[in-house]
């Protein structure tokens, strides 16, 4: 091959490459395309060249020009136009050039046919893969999204445009209380009451928005309308033209329920209904903060005394019943004022009165607290009623609910340390007899109200002539299945529930009705001395409310002051308790005459009994078991005694012995200045009938 | 169109895809009448598409051999499309059979056909994922597989950005990508432009809104926005046929006719 040769063959494979470089990509460097045409270019001058001539090698660089990619729209054309010419000035045989073109044509439709077919069965492939992945997702899809209808507690529905049901979920059916069949027949605003029908029939529009989330009321089967949360989905088909609507429906109903009790259990005491402390206490909060300055408002905290003897005494249950009952009280009490209730502890309410025009004093809520509870509530056939402890408390300076709080707490304790119907000191009991105490202290009250409860009075009689002068009234309970309980003990039971405080008006009001009675008696007698005598409990000493209990009976009676004799407890003046001192010196400014009993001597005592208006002492069971008459006359005992009468007497009052056996005993007290005495050795006591035959008898 | 997320994308033949018409205009039979029939609208709006679509074939070579020059044996090709002649590991591998070269296509076709070509083929992966959610790339398993984040990747976005529309956030999806290169990955970027087109560029892009995938041109100054945080190489961002030229011929005739402009850029 001559070097001029050579420099033409790369003259035309640069203008080859050039040509086929305008009509396909060629995934070659410049160069490797050029060495890959110079190639194909030499096979071809080889080939026109050859004797004998054959143009068949041409076909296979047809084959070749398919297989280096060269397979643009125009490749072969332009590569026929640039190869001919160069091949007819190299062999100046048309014919041959004709005859290789040909095959080389050929060649190339054949590789390109077949590469061509190869390619589109490859793309095929593709695509029938990617349809068959496609579909399997398109399916697995569909599953999961019928998984999601069917368990989903939404209910879903996807309609036609008419509203007409193509496919609910059970959930729909049970929201809507039907059959999943029952939708066949409706369309979807039928499912939505008149008035939110236009709202859902809104998601129809094709101008609105796609997707709409709403509230609807929703009719359900049995008639009833509940408020729903409805998302209603608007779907549109490739040309953008509305094709379906997707409506999902949550029933808020059970959940708004829920939330309801969520609430009552957070703010309500379950047992009584009443707020619970943390509610009450804000409720204390916003009524301070919502109050105008200057409105009054009252806080009562409430603790009821010895609750606990009621649950061990009758059982938890019968406590729980007990405190309901408590609770109805307060809200009777309250009925008028406009009121908040709390239970704020176990046996501990709370009362918050915003006061208006008609609301009474603070001492008379009280009182009428104090009534009501005194009301025996019945747990089977057992009457009980409460005592409590009330603090009260006004509206402060300060706005603050906790200082406001904190004050009725402060308040209740106080009422607490006065003793005033409240038990202290109280343990769990531990035997029998402390139960079985504990119960029929809890009995008590009901046993006033059925009768079994009754006036008991003992004969006082003057040591000096042994003449009946007046008497003693007390308290007897006879309960239907058991002993007859005397005065003391009653007295006993009733200061363990706080009781004992109802009982002292009880006892005044009663046997002051009988007054005229005794007064009667005691003219016959010639007696100075006061005709009826009570004797009141440390508790009944102490008691507020006893100067207004003592002025009724009296008013009733209708009879002079000065018959009555009350008998105060000597510890409990001595201690201030409650309001002991003033009570005593209130009797008997009012002309009842007063006396302290359970006097033990002393010179605080004695001090006591000089400063007071009581002119009379009652010495009650002086020696315990021993008697008098039984020691010698100059024991420390006797003589102790002896002086004690002297004290009593140079002060300038009298001295009654209670508990008298005997008639040695009655003789000995008379023998040392005794004025009159009380005990089983002058009758035992009795009625009014009891006593009034004992007084004729003796006149 | 309300399509419920949770519906697969489906498979439509019928719906002619850039990807293939693309392969029609690169003298490739991956195709379907559809495809060709797009194809020859296009060719009569602008004759010089199916030279736009070879000088496009042509950078891709050009840009990964040059970034294999630079080091680079690991690459990420966005939106590859039919694997059709001359693909980035075809290209990569005559250099370097180690290189790594993951491809991501959200076309179900391409998808399928890539996993056939490129069975069997080591170091190599494809990805069904739509592109514009960087993070179902970037955290998929296959290509956490093959690539490794701390050592530099060429990221290929090739006639990729001009179908993602300005709703698609186009500059915050790079970003995304680019935030999780090492230093010194590279970003190989060519786009349609208007700028580089004689007939009106609207002709083109109307006849492009009939098939999957519309086209949004863009201006030279938006281009070179998705090459924010990368230092642009030489010659910069210029109409493909003048990046880096390997023979007159690659320059073609005319660049104002180019249709693209293409450019790399560094990782700083």
Known sequence: MSSQGRDERVALARTWARAIGSTVYVPMSAVELHEYLLDLITTLFDTVAAEPFTAAPAAELGRRLVRAKFTGHETLQQSIAVLSDALLAESGSADRVVAMMGELAAGYAE??????????????????????????????????????????????????????????????AEIIGCKPADFEQRVLTDLFSVATRGQVANAFRADGPDRMITKAELVKDDGDEVWANVALSLLRDDDDAPS??????????????????IETLTSKDGLTGMHNRQFFKS?????????????????????????????????????????????????????????????????????LVENGPTTPSTEDMIRAVHAELAEPVYLGEHGIAVGASIGAVGRLWSTDAVEFFGAAQSALRKAKRSGLRQWSDYDKPED???????????????????????????????????????????????????????????????????????????????????LPIWQALAATANAKESVLRVRLSRAQSADGDLVA?????????????????????????????????????????????????????????????????????????VFGDVRPPQRSADSALVLGTVELVRAVARIGAEVCVDGVRDEEEAAWWSDHGVHTATGLVFGDPGDVHDMMARFSDAG | MTTPDWMPPGVDAELPSAARIYDYLLGGAHNFASDRAVADRLLAVDPGVRRIATLNRAFLRRAV????????????????????????????????????????????????????????????????????????????????????????????????????????????????????????????????????????????????????????????????????????????????????????????DDPSRDGQYAGVARKK
């Open chain 1, 244 to 261: 379906y609507l997707v409506a999902m429906v949550q029933d808020n109903s059970e959940l708004e329920l829920l939330q309801r009790q």
């Open chain 2, 65 to 252: 051999l040059f970034l294999m020059s630079q080091g680079i044996r690991q690459f990420l090709d966005l939106g590859s499309g039919i694997p059709t002649v001359g693909n980035v590991h075809e290209i990569a591998h005559q250099v370097d059979p180690s290189t790594k070269v993951a491809y991501v296509d959200y076309e179900a076709v391409a998808v399928a056909h890539s996993e056939m070509i490129l069975a069997g083929v080591d170091n190599t992966a494809i990805l069904m994922a739509d592109v514009t959610e960087p993070h179902l790339v970037l955290d998929s398993p296959k290509i956490r597989g093959l690539l490794d984040f701390d050592q530099p990747i060429g990221l290929l976005a090739l006639t990729l950005f001009h179908y993602i529309p300005p709703q698609r956030k186009p500059f915050q999806v790079i970003a995304a990508y680019r935030d999780a290169l090492a230093p010194g990955s590279h970003l190989a970027v060519s786009h349609f432009t208007d700028d580089l087109v004689h007939s009106t560029g609207d002709g083109l892009v109307d006849t492009m809104k009939t098939t999957q995938n519309n086209v949004f041109p863009r201006s030279k100054d938006e281009i070179t926005q998705l090459f924010a945080g990368f230092d642009l190489v030489d010659p910069g961002l210029v109409p493909i046929s003048l990046w880096r030229p390997e023979t007159t011929m690659d320059g073609g």
């Open chain 1, 432 to 514: 029998a007899t402390e139960k079985a105490d504990f119960e029929r202290a809890a009995m008590l009250a009901g046993a006033f109200e059925t009768g079994e409860v009754t006036l008991d009075y003992s004969p006082v009689v003057r040591l000096s002539d042994r003449k009946g002068v007046g008497v003693l009234a007390g308290v007897v309970w006879q309960p239907r299945d058991a002993e007859v309980i005397a005065h003391d003990d009653c007295v006993r039971l009733a200061e363990l529930t706080g009781l004992s405080v109802q009982v002292g008006p009880w006892l005044l009001g009663e046997a002051c009705g009988h």
């Open chain 1, 549 to 621: 209990a003592v002025n009724e009976a009296v008013a009733r009676s209708a009879v002079g002051p000065e018959f009555l004799q009350i008998a105060f407890d000597t510890s409990a003046v001595a201690e201030g308790l409650g309001t002991a001192p003033d009570n005593l010196f209130t009797v008997a400014s009012n002309g009842v005459r007063v006396a302290l009993h359970s006097f033990r001597g002393g010179p605080l005592e004695l001090d006591l009994l000089a400063g007071s208006e009581a002119r009379s002492v009652v010495l009650t069971d």
């Open chain 1, 111 to 172: 590789a390109i046919r077949g590469w061509t077919l190869d390619q589109q069965e490859e793309v095929k492939r593709a695509l029938l893969d990617a349809t068959r992945r496609s579909e399997a997702e398109l399916r697995e899809s569909e599953n999961r999204f019928r998984e999601v209808v069917t368990s989903s507690a939404l209910g879903i529905a996807i309609t036609d445009l008419e509203g007409k049901f193509l496919q609910t979920n059970p959930a729909l």
């Open chain 1, 283 to 351: 409720r204390v909060e916003s009524v301070l903060g919502r109050a105008a300055p200057g409105h009054a408002i009252t806080l009562l905290h409430i603790d009821i005394d010895n609750f606990s003897v009621v649950n061990h005494g009758f059982g938890y249950e019968a406590g729980d019943e007990l405190l309901v009952s408590i609770a109805d009280k307060l809200q009777r009490v309250f009925a008028d004022e406009k009121a908040e209730f709390g239970r704020i502890d176990g046996d501990e309410f709370a009362v």
